[in-house]
């Protein structure tokens, strides 16, 4: 059974400068290192080091915003918002207005670029572009499509992803 | 029956006009459904459909600014087949004569059937059949069935196995 934690509700998620912090930070179920080194995890299905309040993509690992981040096994801080390229952005996180709500507006707006009623921002895209999901990790695809709107949907009424 | 109630043959996926005198549209206005068919058992529920539709002369549909952009919210709605929450949304193109029509459902059991409705109308004075409307299948890149795997919570895109069909009530 996964744990549910309120945070993952939270807008875009941010990076983490592991190595900037130069910071090792460790729970008896998770540890990140300078290295950018994740490890560990909260449930079974965290094959890529995915927290319940963050998820790892490759070797670094993103939190949602918020002055703190807390979960069971994990606490950390808000440090810095950048892109996985290194540059300034947002992740994917489903909320494309960015209100740090994702709600059914989220969806809606996922949907009507989709068809092209809109032409989302390059941030908004970026946290819009959800799919493909993979193991749970929302990886992307540089486009938004209905895959992104049925993620998007269903983490709107509660049904995660 | 899924398409119980058409009034015509359903239209292939890839239509290339024409038609028969008897299939002549009368002027009015007539609810176009769309459903999902499929071969082989779905590996994962459909969750949403991305898909085109092209209107003949003659044809056309509500839109907000009456002619490109939004279709309106009472023109498009989710078909029979879907009955938890959806979203759907439609967007059309006066000068290309399409519909780029989108669906989202969260619901996990829908495989096959009415997914979406479109309203439109036919204008006097036209002669056109329901043979002319035809679906972008395989012209159009962004055609797209997709779902999501509850097991391995992934997404998995299944245009190639599911068809989408058209079928004209009035």
């Known amino acids: 059974m996964r744990k549910q934690i309120p945070t993952i509700h939270i807008a875009a998620l941010l990076l983490l400068p592991l190595a900037a912090q130069a910071a090792t930070q460790s729970s008896p179920n998770y540890s990140i290192t300078g290295a950018g080194i994740v490890s560990g995890g909260v449930s079974s299905t965290d094959a890529n080091g995915m927290s319940k309040a963050g998820v790892a993509i490759g070797r670094t690992l993103y939190i949602p915003p918020g002055i703190t981040i807390t979960s069971p096994n994990y606490t950390s801080k808000q440090v810095a918002q950048v892109s996985p390229g290194g540059g300034s952005g947002f992740l994917h996180t489903g909320d494309i207005n960015g209100d740090g709500i994702m709600d059914i507006v989220d969806a809606l707006l996922a949907l009507k670029a989709g068809v092209g009623l809109i032409t989302l921002s390059s941030a908004e895209l970026t946290r819009g572009d959800v799919g493909p999901l993979v193991n749970s990790v929302p990886v992307g695809n540089g486009v938004i499509d209905v895959e992104d709107s049925i993620l998007i949907l269903r983490k709107a009424v509660g049904l995660g992803w | ?170």
């Open chain 2, 1 to 170: 029956m899924l398409l119980a109630g058409t009034v015509a043959l359903s239209l292939s996926a890839c239509g290339d006009g024409g038609g028969t005198s008897t299939d002549v549209l009368a002027p009015g206005t007539y609810k176009l459904t769309f459903s999902a068919i499929s071969t082989a058992r779905l590996p994962v529920a459909i969750s949403g459909v991305d898909v085109a539709v092209k209107f003949p002369v003659g044809l056309s549909v509500s839109t907000n600014s009456g002619g490109s952009g939004q279709i309106v919210y009472a023109s498009i709605t989710p078909g029979s087949a879907i009955q938890t929450t959806s979203l759907v949304y439609g967007n059309y193109s006066a000068s290309t004569r399409t519909a780029y029509l989108s669906m989202a459902t969260t619901q996990t059991s829908y495989r096959s059937g009415q997914f979406m409705n479109l309203l439109f109308t036919v204008a006097s004075g036209t002669s056109v059949t329901k043979n002319d409307i035809f679906l972008l299948n395989a012209t159009y890149p962004k055609y797209k069935v997709v779902g999501l795997d509850e097991v391995t919570h992934s997404t998995v895109t299944m245009s190639g196995t599911v068809k989408t069909m058209l079928g004209v009530e009035r």
